[in-house]
DNA sequence: GGTTTTGAAATAATCGATTTTTTGCGACTA
DNA sequence: TAGTCGCAAAAAATCGATTATTTCAAAACC
């Protein structure tokens, strides 16, 4: 049998489509692209390095995954942003975090709390350097998917994910607040803290907290 | 002007993607295709009328919705059905549509009310020939959109589609229940009744009891 | 005998070119 | 002068062919 490069290194060779789903799928909630923008296919094949096909193959996952709006015939928007749409994923983050928090502080085994505490770990020391936006980011994210990734319920964590990712998009556009920011820092912690001892309530409602308070910051991306 | 199509009849032209697109999915969730099953691309290209590129367009975007699973250079596979992933299908779908509907019965007007009742004798009139059980199907899952539509959240009506979906994957697979059918049946009558009323924990109550109903039924599928 | 290698066939992914549809703009008209 | 019309340019969608990767069975090896 000829060696793979997945037999090789674990992972799943990628094709250009996937690669392309990635990089444009970061760049979208990075906030490179502006809302309401149309896409300019030929322009995206120079910067992505691909060619058409793989790209529309991207594009037209990014669309089912709610990343970007597909109009026949007429090709591909960045979806807008509105304070009302904000809301809708904030509060809906709220209900399912929550619900997916109690049931995997029941379920979390003590792998999953060396885990978490692991992630905590990482997502302290990526902290430091206000350069490396992109690591801090990969790390929060990881952290908040440990969180709840034994709550037993596939289905729940992806959308979840993708409500996420639909929040961080605006999130990354509103300026920054470093006091609101300090606090939110606090909370990961203190998230740890009661995961561990299991105070179901607490962490609940500090994870309501959490949510509302990102949402307070978010809200600055519709104002610019 | 060249008058479009879309301008003649106000739906907007669709694209051999979005046409592949829709009818394999409806073949999907009728299970036309066996679970766990690789797709012959060339084999779909002729029986969907379809050339290449549309085709894998159509598929990428069953993929990110979940509908298949998508390996890197081996191409696209039916998902495998399990006992496991029904019961969290089924018990997502309680939780956000009793939330969804609690909303929408807090929410909803007179046009609600009227189109609620025009659904219900949809559904009802639908029922009747066993022939035609997409036209039943479809006027089931009208109802059940119609029923929740006014709970104001965007992204929770997406989650619930797709639930639905993949919900309906499983029930309509299993061999059919007649005795629980009718339950099932009037329990929509229930609904609406209670719906119309505002009796917001009756109608949640019943709600759970009726996707448990059909989550007994659906199991069946899992048993073949 | 069981495992590994090999290479042809099958399949997936991608490319380059073509076809179809929309868009933008200037001329025409009421 | 506001509203149409028509045409050329731009963009989207699709096609047909090519390239890359996997699969599978037979041969070689230990």
Request: aromatic share 6%; hydrophobic share 40%.
């Amino acid at each position: 049998m000829t060696i793979s490069p997945s037999a090789v290194d674990g992972a799943v060779s990628e094709t250009a489509a996937s690669q392309a789903f990635e990089a444009i799928k970061r760049d979208l909630i990075r906030g490179r692209f502006a809302a309401g923008e149309k896409l300019a296919i030929s322009a995206l094949k120079a910067e992505y390095q691909v060619g058409l096909s793989p790209l529309r193959e991207a594009l037209n996952r990014l669309s089912a995954y709610g990343l970007l709006e597909q109009h026949n015939q007429r090709g591909f928007r960045v979806p807008p942003l509105s304070e009302q749409e904000l809301e809708d994923i904030a509060r809906l983050r709220i209900q399912l975090e929550c619900m997916a928090l109690t049931q995997a502080m029941q379920q979390g085994d003590a792998e999953w709390e060396s885990q978490l505490l692991a992630a905590q770990h990482r997502l302290l020391r990526a902290d430091q350097q206000p350069s490396q936006v992109e690591q801090w980011e990969q790390a929060h994210l990881r952290f908040h998917r440990t969180l709840l990734a034994p709550c037993g319920s596939p289905w729940l964590l992806r959308f979840i994910g993708q409500l996420h990712d639909q929040f961080d998009r605006y999130r990354r556009l509103a300026p920054p607040n470093p006091a609101i920011r300090a606090q939110l820092d606090a909370q990961h912690s203190e998230l740890v803290e009661m995961a561990l001892d299991r105070r179901i309530q607490d962490a609940r409602s500090l994870l309501e907290q959490h949510i509302q308070l990102s949402w307070q910051v978010a809200q600055g991306a519709t104002g610019c």
